[in-house]
């Protein structure tokens, strides 16, 4: 089955927060929260593959750093509101963002698989003659990491964005309460898209026929 839009738009979402492609996954319309003019993605769970179960939703983040609150650039809120838009008004705040096509038997709302994202993710670069490229949504990941650790000279806000556990000191550990809000780099994030997407032109035979759902400027953004 051709992709629908949510290979683009994942890649957006993982570009534009750094969370882990099993954090994403997992990941329900309950979890997109707004607060004020900004909008954040609520991190309390991932996505597990358990030995003969299969995958798993985890009510609990891979570590206690990775429990927090993301808030996203404009090109990931479009990514996801082009996901909204696929779900449509039947959408319910249980329901994943990456949903799994149900089948006419089910009445339980199942995440995509990463496994079966990774496939049309790899048709969709070999589509392109991008076959041979070997990217993978961990390179996505890194890229946030870089960017946003050269952009603020600091490798501890980029830990914090990216959920990983920072060295704290005893009294930090201790005495003061860990803010879930993780550090809000959407204006780097941003930035260092539109300039990377005017500094690489879109070849002239790319094409977003396979992603309906995605415009122009939302395919480039992989």
């Keep these: ?8 738009a994942l890649l957006d979402v993982i570009l534009g927060t750094g969370l882990r492609i099993g954090e994403v996954l997992a990941l329900r319309w309950r979890d997109v929260v707004q607060d004020g003019e900004t909008w954040l993605v609520d991190v309390n769970a991932t996505m597990v593959e ?7 939703r985890q009510p609990v983040p891979k570590t206690d750093a990775s429990d927090r609150l993301v808030p996203l650039p404009a090109f990931t809120v479009a990514a996801i509101d082009s996901m909204r ?6 959408a319910k705040p249980e329901d994943y963002v990456f949903a799994a096509r149900k089948h006419i038997a089910q009445t339980e709302a199942r995440p995509r698989s990463r496994s079966n994202w990774r496939r049309s993710l790899r048709a969709a670069l070999a589509d392109q003659g991008l076959g041979e490229l070997g990217f993978a949504p961990h390179v996505a990941r890194k890229t946030v990491a870089t960017v ?3 952009a603020t000279g600091s490798d501890e806000i980029a830990g914090r964005l990216l959920g990983h556990q920072v060295s704290r000191s005893v009294t930090t550990l201790h005495y003061i309460e860990r803010m ?3 550090p809000d780099e959407t204006a780097v994030i941003q930035a260092f898209v539109e300039l990377s997407e005017s500094l690489v032109p879109l070849p002239a035979q790319l094409s977003t026929a396979h992603f309906p759902s995605c415009s122009k400027r939302e395919f480039t953004a992989d």
């Design 1 to 8: 089955q051709a992709p629908r839009g949510d290979v683009v």
């Design 50 to 56: 358990l030995v003969g179960r299969g995958q798993e």
């Design 180 to 182: 879930r809000r993780a």
């Design 148 to 150: 946003v650790a050269r």
């Design 85 to 90: 838009s696929l779900a449509g008004e039947q």
